[in-house]
């Protein structure tokens, strides 16, 4: 029977966040079965991209972070701490901005995948469903046990982003892409398949609910989640979260492939019970942005990518943030490989912008205002969606 712990966090200060990591790990039967003296261990936290505040829900916190680095030197380990945010979000702010350049001052290894210094290479997926061939770095491939350390929170494409999606930070940035052209979901399953990471804990001191996985809301959980069987994990945390196991796609999907146990009658529960600690999460699809005007279009397709889909949204914000939401009145904004059956009636090159390279194709066809870049900046897509209803020109490539 597959195990999970769930865990009070009794204060919110390193040493309460440590006790009840440590807890987590004590309910696991400890980590020597998976952690060897000698081992070289990625402990990949969810950094997808700089919030405004480190507690806001979207980031990982270096608390949980440092935590398992320190047991890990206990048991004679070699750790690593090793993201690469999100294609396009710089990992180097995140890094600065959200506590863990503090970590480096100590001495501990804060590895910025994206850093030219790291070499790539490619590895090779043993049956895999969308994938036979994963981009990644060498320090990934050689590695001997991988920690998945994400935050607990929704997602707009996934229903819940947790430490199974959380390993997509271990690709390089086109490698990423090609994961939401090809197939996000089983993709997902193909990394991890490949990865095999030993341990997930689940920073759910702070999740984000809404419009995840990193412009939601913050929502306050003081728990701490963590299992051997990611599925176990997953499907615990979703039904903590409000939904039930087999409605998300990425758990039901490795459950399938036989990657762990979904089943909650199947799965023993050590510390919190899931009645004790459960509260709903607000859904992506249940947000409104405020503001905007009914005759306004955001039309994503399916395969749009976390990156131009993140561009958007933010962008919209920076709008917001700056009165503008009436320039928004009629038009169509398309991200990702939108296709003109998507789009509504009365579209036109006048009030139709297409965002990032994979809408480049619709924009070519039909004439319409392109926004370049995979992801475009802000700045840039702001301009775009403004057009010529602005008195300032705007140059598209």
Known sequence: MSTVSVRKTKGDDYEAIKAAVYQV?????????????????????????CPTDRLSGGITRWEVC??????????????????????GADTELTITKCGYQDLRDQGIPVINLKDKANATCKVDIENGVVFDKINTWEMVRDCDAI???PVMKTHDQTEVTLGMKNLKGLLVDTQKKDFHKKGL??????????????????????????????????KEMDLIVGSKDLVACEAVTSKIMGYEPEDVMITRAAYKRGLGEMDLEK????????????SRF?????????GIPESFNLIFSKDACTGCHNTVISSLMDMKAQDLFSYLEGMN?????????????????????CIGVCCKKLADECGFRWVVGCPPWNADTVKGILGDRREYGVRYE
């Open 185 to 218: 979901i089983e993709g997902v399953v193909d990394w991890c398949s490949y990865l095999k990471p030993c341990l997930e804990i689940i920073d759910g001191t702070y999740g984000q609910q809404g419009l995840g996985p990193i412009f939601g809301e913050t």
């Open 333 to 353: 904004v398309c991200v990702g490989p939108v296709t003109k059956e998507m789009l509504p009636e009365g579209a036109n090159a006048d009030n139709t912008v």
């Open 267 to 278: 799965i023993e529960v050590i510390g919190k019970q899931i009645d004790e600690v459960a």
């Open 147 to 149: 920690i998945t350390v």
């Open 25 to 49: 790990l004590e309910d696991l039967g400890g980590i020597e079965d998976i952690i060897k003296p000698g081992y070289k261990v990625i402990i990949k936290p969810n950094l997808v991209a």
């Open 66 to 87: 440092l935590a398992l680095y320190e047991k890990c030197k206990e048991i004679g380990a070699e750790p690593v701490i090793a993201e690469s945010s999100a294609a």
């Open 282 to 290: 607000k859904r992506s699809s249940e947000v409104e942005i405020e």
